[in-house]
């Protein structure tokens, strides 16, 4: 199985639905179909695929450092992480926009957390929520 391929292909997978989260406010539906299901769904099925039929033979786990490092220094558990990132970074980057259209904030205040929340994704949802507490308060009524 060539791993590199599939690194490739899940990448450019994932972009194809950033780029439908950037085009979220002229085609909401689609942004959603795409990003909030589609592409999440069809790299779920990669990521199942690869601990299924490819499972790591270094051993390791999760119990502690140590055992995680061992985990990830197989090929085939390394891509299978970075799927699992790529498919639940683009899950938080879809429900960002959705909740952003849904509470009426600008798409322009949602942009910035979007590459965030790509590259570092509780960084990313960390930069929204706090973009959500602003807008609250400053659209709240005076008392």
């Known amino acids: 199985m060539d791993f590199e391929l599939l690194f490739s292909l899940a990448g450019v997978l994932a972009m194809a639905g950033w780029v439908a989260l950037l085009l979220s406010p002229w085609m909401p539906k689609w ?6 299901l589609g592409v999440p769904l069809l790299l779920s099925i990669g990521y199942t695929v690869l601990l299924v039929f490819v499972p790591s ?3 390791g786990g999760f119990g502690s450092l140590a055992e995680v ?4 220094s197989s090929s ?10 790529l498919a639940f970074d ?9 909740k952003a259209r849904q509470e009426g904030i600008r798409f322009w205040m949602v942009v910035p957390c979007l590459p965030v929340t790509f590259l570092f994704g509780p960084a990313g949802f ?3 929520t ?4 602003l807008k609250m308060r400053l659209t709240a009524p005076a008392r």
């Open 31 to 36: 942004s959603d179909g795409i990003a909030g």
């Open 76 to 85: 085939s558990a390394m891509l299978a992480g970075w799927v699992h990132f």
């Open 126 to 128: 960390l930069m929204f």
């Open 90 to 98: 683009l899950v938080v980057g879809a429900w960002i926009c959705r």
């Open 57 to 59: 033979q270094n051993g």
């Open 69 to 72: 490092s061992q985990l990830f």
């Open 130 to 133: 706090a973009v959500r507490g």
